[in-house]
């Protein structure tokens, strides 16, 4: 099993991240994305905008080399 934390590049909707966190733990990647707008909306829109972001740099696609 490959533990590792890789941007999707087939489940992607902006940069992957979402779709990557989703098969890293078997979890459905719609489901993450209405708890990503649903904190973005009533909460954390700024913080979590900057998260994404700095996410989508940080974490490398899964054909790049680490």
């Known amino acids: 099993m490959n533990n590792k934390l890789y941007r999707s590049e087939t ?10 966190i989703a098969e890293l733990t078997n979890l459905d990647a719609t489901i993450l994305r209405l708890i990503f707008v649903v904190l973005l909306i009533f909460s954390l829109g700024l913080p979590l905008t900057i998260a994404y972001i700095a996410a989508a740099l940080i974490i490398p696609n899964r054909g790049e080399q680490v």
């Open 11 to 20: 489940n992607r909707m902006l940069a992957g991240v979402l779709g990557g």
